[in-house]
């Protein structure tokens, strides 16, 4: 038994390593299993490794992506893209906070002056006034916003895909929305995240 079991346990390894994921996410990966809360630090290493995450994922359509650009010890700077409307995409840098082992949290920062804006029917950026405009349009939608704080449960992972998938709990004021819940997948595959697109 201990030879099959050393054996079945070099090809899982192998054929991760065939994939071009690194040790430390292959480690990570295997830690967990369905239903078990994700350590922040494992968090990190999925943001530094993954290519793209993608946001209630529909046959490759998301609600909306991240891309992590710098991953710390303390924290995140990343670029949120969604669709804005059915004419225009926009795409925005944030920062978040790693707390308690377990929580990234928002921190207050003023995102709207990164947005920029592009047409969906073609991709051209937008620009001027119709940017300007675009920008007071969010400023009014964020009224009232509050800083919130996110822990991940892993949920599985595909090696063909090379996709993680995980649920994203939200909180608010230390509580719980469950109706908030999101499930999101961690694309590691650059020309598969390549192929994400944002639906609206």
Known sequence: MRV?????????????????????????IARYKPGKLVAIEDVAQFMRASEQWCYHNQDHSCAWT???????ETGVTYEIGNAWDAEIDVAFTDHGEFRDGRYICETGYDWVPTVRATRRSDGSAIGGRLLAELKDEIYANREGDTQDCFDYLYRGFDPDQEVVTLLQRQYVGGEHLPDADTEVTLHFNAEDAAGLTWRW
Request: glycine share 6%.
């Open 66 to 72: 991240d891309i992590y650009l710098e991953v710390s």
């Open 4 to 28: 099959l079991l050393a054996a079945l346990a070099l090809t899982l390894a192998g054929s991760a390593a065939a994939m071009g994921l690194d040790t430390e996410t292959q480690a990570a």
